[in-house]
């Protein structure tokens, strides 16, 4: 395909986040060659509220749109013609007008556990510290451990690792998709199974948005995209929205290929204080992948109170 003006990326300016834009760029200038020009393509640094306010919980100042508003916006103005995403802040919900055409292979899905003095969480000291912005994480923790005090913490890699050594938690909790993006992956002093610590909807994949109707970007960014990645996060989404997700809810989804046309889908509710952890699976067919895991939450659901869905505007 033959493109004659700029395409320019947008993203968040975290290092974490500047690396998955440089990916896409360099998958972009690999499928098309002509995007190595000079001119071609253009990375955009574009400020986010939540890289803006980091001495509060998410689900007070506004949940996951704030890492992803403001690129929706620049895209809608045209801005930026392409957005670059870590699918799991992204709302369930995509924007009127927006469009997801890819989502590049998925890294590692597990958590990484942080800790200068225990290799697990189970090896904690009783009541210890542990910090982490991420409901999901805390819950989860609070679940197998009631004793940790879990405590709000934000910031980038590097911020969160400074904080740990300085000794103001025991220990945290990243993505080791991210550490593995940084090369950094030597950090994490265990990475977590899912079986202990079920991910995030959309853990490890890094999704490409585009405005809806500009095709010449659109036609790029498919070229991206990998099936059985989008596959999966469609399915983990699907579970998501089912539950009516915020980042008041403390919810895992995992969604893999077990063989070539198979599929299974595991999935998590859980209270914010650690009770009440509710589980369930599907296995099947990977053209029914949606509608397994969406089966998925509407069993869920049907489990849960009125107080595993504080609504609010991981």
């Not at 306010?53 to 690129?71: H, M, N, W």
């Not at 009127?96 to 556990?113: K, M, N, T």
């Not at 960014?221 to 009516?244: K, P, S």
Request: hydrophobic share 40%; glycine share 10%.
């Amino acid at each position: 395909m033959t493109t004659h003006r700029t395409i320019r990326i947008g993203t968040r300016g975290s290092p974490l986040a500047m690396a998955q834009a440089h990916e896409v760029r360099d998958r972009l200038i690999a499928a098309h060659p002509e995007l190595a020009d000079p001119g071609r393509l253009e990375i955009i640094d574009v400020k986010t509220t939540g890289d803006k306010i980091l001495d509060r919980p998410l689900s007070e100042i506004g949940g996951k749109a704030l890492f992803t508003k403001e690129l929706d916006d620049a895209m809608l103005r045209g801005d930026i013609e392409i957005a670059v995403h870590s699918m799991k802040d992204v709302e369930t919900n995509i924007l009127d007008g927006i469009v997801l055409p890819a989502l590049l292979p998925r890294e590692d899905v597990r958590d990484a556990f942080m800790c200068l003095t225990a290799k697990s969480i189970a090896e904690l000291k009783q009541g210890a510290v542990v910090g982490t912005a991420s409901l999901r994480r805390g819950a989860q923790i609070k679940a197998r451990r009631p004793d940790i005090q879990v405590v709000n913490f934000r910031g980038n890699v590097q911020s969160r690792l400074r904080k740990l050594h300085e000794g103001q938690v025991d220990a945290t909790m990243l993505a080791m998709a991210g550490l593995n993006r940084l090369g950094m992956a030597e950090k994490a002093t265990a990475a977590l199974e899912p079986t202990e610590m079920l991910p995030a909807v959309g853990q490890g994949a890094i999704g490409i948005t585009c405005r809806e109707g500009d095709a010449e970007s659109i036609a790029l960014v498919e070229a991206l995209n990998h099936q059985e990645t989008y596959i999966c996060v469609t399915a983990e989404r699907a579970f998501l929205r089912r539950l009516d997700g915020s980042c008041r809810t403390p919810i895992g989804g995992w969604c893999r290929f077990t063989g070539p046309d198979t599929i299974r889908f595991d999935g998590l509710v859980v209270r914010p204080d650690g009770t009440g952890l509710l589980e369930t699976f599907r296995e099947g067919p990977v053209s029914e992948a949606h509608a397994l895991a969406d089966d998925a939450g509407k069993e869920l659901k049907a489990q849960c109170g009125p107080e595993y869905f504080i609504m609010s505007t991981e």
